[in-house]
């Protein structure tokens, strides 16, 4: 078995861990985008506000509403994500000869191929996560649907296509991670060729690519999070470029980047301890694929 199983594997575990580590800014950030009206009461004004709001309407429950179906979500979009990568990276170097670099192009190809296969694999159950992050319920999470409550309720009311809503802005962010990993790649491989990288070098990789891709790609999240919670008794956006001419008309531009503070911090933290617990956790994973028998022992270990 190659090693692409290994990093699906450590990717999800990396994924969990970032995730439960992160997520209450997960639902600061995802409700800010959401929120098309800025003056009412109940309105958040920036993070902090909202934290406070959250805190004193819902309790700490508010701020990780949706956690579990987001752990499943970013297990399922790493392990994905990671196997795919892993498998188009090894057949560009098997055709250029091992240990060879991958050229830019090579990773935004390999990153755009994976990407894809991740959003049409795991576009329902984000979409279905997004829905139990915006929803405000009571402190004790009376009015709050389960996942599988939510998605009965989607697909009686609104069809199987409500769970593809948001694909095609979905789509397009395949570049963030593009960005991300083409980043990462190229800034690793500098680095890698004047010493040897620690966990605390894939920390800073992890952030400083994130950053870089969230800051560009930040108002298709903002757009395809709205597509994701309309319902049908809610006037959409007919398609992303819809939804920038109705933000840009309704909110200025400031509306395409609600939320963009305490995304970015998310989206950094994120992926500096989902790259730093990746790399912790491959060792573990070749380990567990070996005792299983899924892997000869005598294989080598690579993490490139």
């Not at 390999?110 to 319920?137: D, F, H, Q, Y």
């Not at 620690?198 to 952030?207: P, R």
């Not at 790609?217 to 597509?227: A, D, E």
């Amino acid at each position: 078995m190659s090693d692409n199983v290994a990093h699906a594997l450590s990717g999800a575990g990396g994924g969990i861990v970032s995730m439960v580590l992160t997520y209450p800014l997960v639902s600061i950030s995802t409700r800010l985008q959401v929120q098309k009206k800025s003056n009412s009461e109940d309105a958040y004004k920036n993070t902090l506000d909202a934290f406070v709001k959250i805190m004193a309407r819902e309790g700490p429950k508010g701020l990780y509403s949706g956690l579990s179906s987001g752990v499943v979500g970013i297990a399922i979009t790493n392990g994905v994500y990671y196997y795919c990568y892993e498998a188009v990276k090894a057949a560009f170097e098997k055709a250029k000869g091992k240990g060879t670099p991958l050229t830019t192009a090579q990773s935004m190809a390999a990153g755009a191929l994976a990407g894809a296969a991740v959003v049409l694999a795991t576009n329902p159950i984000w979409t279905i996560n997004t829905r139990l992050t915006t929803r405000k319920g009571d402190r004790n999470g009376k009015s709050a649907d389960g996942f599988f409550k939510t998605a009965l309720k989607m697909l009686n009311e609104e069809g199987p296509q409500s769970f593809y809503a948001g694909v095609r802005a979905a789509l397009v962010l395949v570049m963030n991670p593009i960005i991300q990993y083409t980043v990462f790649e190229q800034v690793k491989n500098f680095i890698s060729k004047k010493r040897q990288l620690g966990n605390f070098d894939f920390f800073l990789l992890g952030a400083v690519s994130k950053l870089a891709a969230t800051s560009i790609t930040y108002p298709y999240i903002v757009v395809k999070s709205r597509m994701q919670v309309k319902s049908k008794d809610e006037e959409g956006y007919n398609s992303i470029l819809d939804g920038f001419r109705s933000i840009i008309a309704h909110e200025g531009i400031g509306g395409l980047y609600k939320g963009i503070s305490s995304k970015i911090v998310q989206s950094v933290l994120t992926a500096a301890f989902l790259f730093m617990a990746k790399e912790a956790l491959f060792d573990w994973a070749v380990w567990a694929l070996v005792l299983a028998g899924a892997r000869p022992a005598k294989n080598t270990i690579s993490k490139a």
